[in-house]
């Protein structure tokens, strides 16, 4: 009975609330971005030296409790949504702060506006940087202007509590997507400077069964359309509508114990799209193409006890992933027998021990260790659609005496692997293989003597004709100010004896993507303006030579995963169409032995 009594003491102990106002930062908080329970009144001070990347309000609290949320930090800082009233990550800057309450009634802790506005008081939205325009009965506007500029990056929630529908003019909005509000729902808007437009980072997405939309959707009336199957709600077949606004977005998506199907008609792509139970689609309308593009969709994956035989199942989705490795191998794989135009297979391997990939169109390929491969199909079939690029790895030993052989390994070959997975998300045709790893210092009174010598140290050139490596990176300990890699670039036409890069240990992983980028004759999005194969920026995203901070290389057939910008511009910005080309060029250079 005294533990009985004992235990539930600690649990009153530990939602007794602190009314004492609290000022804490990363470094009184065990460097964590998690902020503790607790407190009434709790200050979060970010600023330099002092400074978490990743911010999470506390999981719990009393009514009324409030957590402020303060920066002087340089870098930017993201406040998780989990345990808020808002759709989205927060991200905070230098000289922003945002204060939190937290209501009993949701659990939540929600985001506490500067003003509350009627839409009457259009005016004054610029006046704020965080601000909501509540919309009811009594205060209704059939249209809503947003104000043509206001402080960069601020807030502005829009919510209905209306019977009646507002639009919202989509001028001053960066795409003239359908904008309209309905009660209960809210759209959350920031606004960018550099772009002199509201961005819209929410919108609430209105709901529909598909048998009211019935299987030929005419068009959509929202933004954001959702369109759901489920077993006493099922159609066999979806058609999306032939025009919306531009960058509408529709999801589909299926409770169903029965397969349905949505349509090509209308979608940039010829793909298979099957919904199946618990599926998910989301397109988004390009206005200047007159298509749906495929935002995100299903994916066969088959691992492990899955891959039992060396036929391959029919094509459900846009891509199938076969993952290969020793406990599921087999001697010969045949891809799919019914397939779509589109529709891809990639093979990944980690056994031992090649594969011989074959299909009933004639293609032939072996699958060796640590590879992966794409295939496409066509009119005419099966065919390969990447080429394999040996990478050899080279680490400076002072790399290894400061975080660890391992670590070290490890940080390379998820380099090598963020490489990869842009570009594939780029549909640029080629993956990188691991050849080889050897520990090396390269000597060089600078970075670009360094670099000069990499190709020149007998270690590293022995190496790469023993493994057969087509390109060589070096992971460097040297520090330079404002550098974080550099790259051989191959503006005419690459060439063994210029496929070398290196990257500071100091800097991320994402330097190996940028730097090899250039080795295939690829250039920053601020150089030469008369090539058009150079990098994307964007305020919104860049690609791997423009900001790198999106898992893209530039092209104008690609668009970004959240905003849908278009990475490129034809004619004139189009990595991609270089990278496909040298592709074959570079995989040539060596054979590979290992």
């Not at 406040?79 to 309450?101: A, G, H, R, V, W």
């Not at 691992?303 to 076969?322: A, F, G, I, N, R």
């Not at 390994?409 to 990188?432: D, H, I, V």
């Not at 974080?484 to 800097?507: E, Q, R, T």
Request: hydrophobic fraction near 40%.
């Amino acid at each position: 009975m005294k533990l009985k009594k004992t235990i539930i003491l600690s649990l009153l102990c530990l939602f007794i609330t602190d009314a004492t106002a609290v000022l804490i930062s990363p470094n009184s908080n065990q460097l964590q971005g998690t902020l503790p329970i607790g407190h009434e009144n709790l200050t979060f001070q970010l600023r330099d030296g002092d400074w978490v990347p990743n911010l999470f309000l506390p999981w719990y609290g009393q009514d009324g409790d409030t957590v402020i949320i303060k920066s002087s930090a340089a870098y930017a800082s993201q406040i998780s949504n989990l345990k808020t009233d808002l759709p989205f990550p927060l991200s905070i800057k230098n000289n922003q702060s945002y204060q939190f309450k937290f209501n009993a009634k949701t659990r939540l802790w929600h985001l506490q506006f500067e003003k509350t506005l009627s839409p009457n008081q259009s005016p004054d939205f610029n006046q704020a940087a965080l601000q909501t325009v509540v919309i009811n009965d009594d205060n209704w506007v059939s249209s809503l202007r947003l104000p043509q500029g206001a402080r960069d990056g601020s807030m502005l929630k829009i919510s209905s509590e209306s019977q009646k529908t507002t639009r919202i003019n989509s001028e001053g909005v960066l795409f003239a997507s359908t904008l309209s509000l309905k009660k209960d729902e809210a759209h959350w808007y920031r606004y960018y400077q550099a772009l002199n437009k509201w961005v819209a980072e929410s919108t609430t997405a209105r709901q529909f069964d598909v048998k009211k939309v019935g299987p030929k959707m005419v068009t959509v009336n929202a933004a954001l359309t959702q369109v759901n199957f489920s077993d006493a709600n099922w159609l066999e077949n979806l058609t999306l509508p032939v025009n919306a606004q531009d960058r509408d977005r529709i999801i589909v998506t299926s409770t169903a114990a029965w397969p349905a199907k949505i349509n090509n008609t209308n979608i940039n792509s010829n793909a298979s799209l099957t919904l199946l139970k618990n599926d998910r689609y989301e397109f988004v309308f390009i206005a200047d193409q007159e298509k749906w593009i495929i935002d995100s969709a299903p994916m066969t994956a088959l691992v492990e006890k899955k891959l039992v035989q060396s036929q391959l199942p029919d094509v459900l989705y846009p891509v199938t992933k076969v993952i290969v490795n020793p406990s599921n191998w087999q001697a010969a794989l045949q891809l799919p027998n019914k397939a779509q135009i589109d529709d891809k297979v990639i093979l990944e391997s980690s056994a031992l021990q090649t594969i011989q990939v074959s299909s009933k169109n004639g293609l032939k390929a072996s699958l060796r260790n640590g590879e992966t491969q794409r295939y496409i199909y066509t009119a005419k079939g099966w065919v390969a659609d990447s080429h394999t690029i040996d990478l050899l790895l080279v680490i400076d030993p002072a790399v290894v005496m400061k975080i660890g052989e391992s670590a070290a390994k490890l940080r390379l070959l998820a380099g090598l692997e963020l490489t990869n997975l842009t570009a594939q998300n780029s549909n640029a045709q080629f993956y990188m293989r691991q050849a080889g790893v050897v520990n090396q210092a390269i000597q060089g009174k600078d970075l670009y003597e360094v670099m000069d010598n990499i190709l020149l140290t007998p270690t590293v050139l022995s190496e790469r004709n023993r493994v057969g490596a087509d390109m060589v990176y070096y992971e460097s300990n040297e520090q330079a100010k404002g550098i974080c890699g550099l790259g051989f670039s191959s503006i005419n036409a690459p060439k063994p004896d210029s496929m070398v890069a290196l990257g500071l240990n100091s800097c991320g992983i994402s330097v190996m993507r940028h730097e090899l980028g250039h080795n295939f004759g690829l250039q920053h999005y601020n150089d030469d303006q008369d090539t058009i194969h150079r990098g994307f920026n964007h305020i919104l995203g860049s690609t791997a030579m423009g900001g790198n901070n999106l898992n893209y290389y530039s092209s104008p057939k690609l668009y970004s995963p959240k905003y849908a910008v278009r990475l490129g511009e034809a004619g004139k910005i189009d990595a991609v169409s270089l990278l496909n080309k040298n592709a074959p060029i570079i995989s040539g250079f060596r054979t590979a032995k290992m």
